[in-house]
């Protein structure tokens, strides 16, 4: 059986990477070996660890400085034809290409320019992507609404959601794999609060560090991947230069990264309307009391209400009340809730998908 699967890397931490990365594993354990095309080369090491066989192939892809939003539209169009030859293709990328038969696994919908690209409907940038609203996302969502070839899913009720509303499609819920064997953990001695995410404005690891300013007894371990060369990461490191309770973390190897998640009491997530957030089910899985934010995909993964915020303050107070609370009882219930999230039920579902539609 001949299977491609286009992904965005496999060099980067994110969750839309951990997903192609477990895919190819899943599709390994019953001997397949696919065809994978990351959009972005890079090196070919994969920085979850993982043993994982492939054949890796080049896609017609570019991303010009100033104009990436745009380069999404005219990578499918260079690669219109890619993937026709393949019995199966998994689409774990944000861009939509066109293919035979397979599966488009949704992050969110590349046809909504908020969505793929936050902040872009406010000043100047209104007008950049005006004729990508007007001419170039309806085109899109035509072809997407026609395309008979392929089955979709979503990576949380959420965006599966968020897609009926745009195009009265409904889809299937995949949920994201999460690694709950590597992180589990029943260690009674821990302290601080711990941050995962890329270093990026729309993580907001800068509200992070002003709830640390208003809680100087707890430490704040803020732990991501990105350059220490770029200006919010700057600014974060600026910031948190003038608190003895924050450290940063940038690019940890996996073994540290894991002690730390592991040592933690509390977990913090502050983006708002998180697609899903695997970040969050591990924390959980490493026995991190969760407190995130009231929206998206973090209200699938944390059912607790009084543990959801709203505004900075609410965090902060939440954080304070639960300093004096018994926390086993969350503990121990979120446990049991996100094995739903397991990497192994991911796993079974990729590989039901494709054996049911090539062999009925």
Known sequence: MKVAIILSAINRAGGTERVGITAIEALN?????????????????????KDIKYNLKTINYINPPRFTIYSYYANRLLNFNKFKNYDYTFNFSLIFFNFK??????????????????????????????????????????????????????????????????????????????????FKSNDKKRDGVVTIGRFTPIKNQLEQIEIAQKNQD?????????????????????????????????????????????????????????HFGIATVEAIAA??????????????????????FNEKEEAI??????????LDRYRNRLKQYIKRFDEKVFKNKIRKYLLWETQG
Not at 252 to 259: E, G, N, Q, T, V
Request: aromatic share 10%.
């Open 29 to 49: 354990e019953i001997d397949i070996v696919p065809d994978i095309f990351p959009l972005d080369i890079g090196t070919e090491e994969n920085v979850f660890g």
């Open 101 to 182: 038969k397979g599966l488009y696994y949704i992050h969110v919908p590349d046809f909504d320019v908020e969505m793929m690209r936050p902040g872009y409907n406010k000043g100047w940038r209104k007008f950049y992507v005006l004729p990508i609203e007007l001419i170039i996302d309806p085109i899109q969502k035509r072809a997407f609404l026609n395309s008979k070839s392929m089955d979709r899913a979503c990576n949380s009720k959420y965006i599966a959601d968020i897609l009926y509303k745009q195009t009265g499609m409904k889809s299937r819920v995949i949920y994201p794999p999460a690694d709950l064997e590597s």
């Open 218 to 274: 707890i430490t704040f371990r803020l732990l991501g991947t990105g350059s220490e060369k770029k200006k919010y990461f700057q600014k974060l490191a600026k910031e948190a230069e003038k608190l003895e309770n924050v450290e940063l973390h940038v690019n940890l190897p996996i073994d540290k990264f894991i002690d730390i998640v592991k040592s933690s009491k509390f977990f913090m997530h502050n983006m708002r309307n998180e």
């Open 287 to 308: 026995g991190c009391i969760p407190i995130v934010h009231n929206s998206g995909g973090q209200k699938e993964i944390v059912p607790y209400p009084e543990l959801r």
């Open 317 to 326: 107070q939440i954080l304070k009340r639960l300093q004096n609370e018994n």
